[in-house]
């Protein structure tokens, strides 16, 4: 039975529950959710891991809570950014903007103006963010491919040239989220400690993630993520069909934003302390892209699991040797190699990687294949480099 067919008659079904299809079980979630049993027990154990983090966390020196959570809210600012690359085929530059933006709603607010609530500073870290992706994608969005590329990267390096310049938002150094006498925003009125504030924001962060995954993949199975996978497909037959395109890519612009602004929000309340280069700068929105395409950039929970890997290794690399982004690179260009379509799109059935799992499976053998095979790439890649140098250096083939 194909995910359409599952998609379709979950819909006709309101209750959560065990649904026959075709001689087989699926589990129904939600309307419009039915999962196969492998699927949900595999998102079940996932769930279970997500909510025991805290715990296990204490388990391993070498990988703090803190560490986690930060991947967990770079994942998320990808989650939204996914939603311009995987359905409407924009690659943004300047996604750190609307992340920056909600960091530095929270600590404006709670430095210059004393809010110290949890929940007004994320609801001004995520108007504050949806402001900014509306003219930033109002005055981009004219434009498309390089030129809309060139233009967020213009902007995201705008906001932090503005952030370093100003001493509103003192300079490089950033300001601290507190206020007087109060060294931590008040949960439900409540000041805790440092490690019960801790937790606590993190499971705030868990049930965020939680719902932001649920109302996107509404949004991408709704007649408006159909709209804009037919723009992403092509914009000009998408317009002659009657579908309004730079309204229907702008609401998904302000979106992606909104997502980057609370994750940006939520930020500056595990850090307290908010400075423009970690939330501003241009390299930030390229690890926010990259978070995307490594978790696998065609799935709903790949951005997160992207951003999570990616920052883990970077605090691991540092632990084992001063070299750290060497490492850090190696190791990614072999989960790219390893995992074409990102860790969990390669993980998906009927993937390139499942199929030479099962390969391997049945035959241990064909490793020698594969190594003799790499090893011809190889040898013929550098061969191309020789060549290359050639050309470049004496001028000759």
Do not use: C
Not at 4 to 20: C, F, K, N
Not at 148 to 169: H, I, K, N, P, R
Not at 241 to 255: M, S
Not at 302 to 326: M, W
């Amino acid at each position: 039975m194909s995910d359409a067919d599952l998609r379709e008659a979950s819909r006709e079904r309101r209750l959560p529950g065990i649904v026959t299809e075709g001689g087989k079980r699926y589990i129904h979630v939600m309307r419009g959710m039915t999962l196969t049993p492998r699927r949900a027990l595999l998102g079940l154990v996932a769930l279970v891991l997500f909510v025991a983090l805290p715990d296990v966390a204490m388990l391993f020196d070498s990988l703090p809570l803190l560490v986690v959570h930060r991947g967990v809210l770079f994942g998320l600012a990808a989650v939204g950014l996914n939603l311009l690359l995987r359905h409407t085929r924009l690659v943004s530059f300047g996604h750190a903007a609307f992340f920056g933006t909600g960091a530095y709603a929270t600590a404006v607010l709670a430095n210059h103006h004393g809010v110290m609530n949890v929940l007004p500073l994320l609801a001004a870290a995520a108007l504050a963010g949806t402001l900014m992706a509306g003219i930033i994608g109002f005055l981009s969005l004219r434009h498309t491919g390089l030129y809309f590329s060139l233009l967020t990267l213009a902007f995201g390096q705008l906001l932090y040239a503005v952030a370093v310049g100003q001493e509103y938002f003192n300079y490089s150094d950033g300001l601290g989220v507190r206020s007087g006498d109060t060294y931590r925003p008040l949960l439900f009125g409540v000041e805790f400690g440092a490690n019960e504030y801790s937790v606590l924001v993190y499971y705030l962060t868990v049930a965020i993630v939680l719902i932001a995954l649920l109302v996107m993949w509404r949004i991408v199975n709704s007649p408006f993520g159909n709209a804009l996978d037919a723009i992403g497909q092509n914009r000009t037959r998408a317009r002659f069909i009657g579908i309004p395109v730079r309204k229907y890519v702008l609401a998904a612009f302000v979106v992606s934003g909104l997502y980057g602004a609370v994750a940006g929000g939520l930020y500056g309340l595990v850090q307290l302390h908010v400075q423009p280069t970690p939330t501003l700068y241009f390299l930030r929105s390229g690890d926010i892209l990259f978070m995307a395409i490594l978790g696998g950039f065609q799935t709903l929970v790949g951005p997160l699991v992207g951003g999570v890997v990616l920052v883990v290794l970077q605090n691991l690399g540092r632990d084992a040797t001063s070299y750290f982004n060497a490492l850090t690179g190696v190791v990614l260009i072999a989960l790219v190699f390893g995992f074409p379509r990102g860790i969990v799109g390669s993980l998906k059935s009927g993937s390139r990687f499942r199929a030479r799992l099962a390969s391997l499976r049945d035959d241990p053998s064909v490793v020698g294949t594969w190594a003799g095979r790499a090893g011809d790439e190889l040898r013929a890649g550098v061969r191309q480099a020789g060549r290359n140098l050639r050309v470049l250096i004496f001028g000759v083939k």
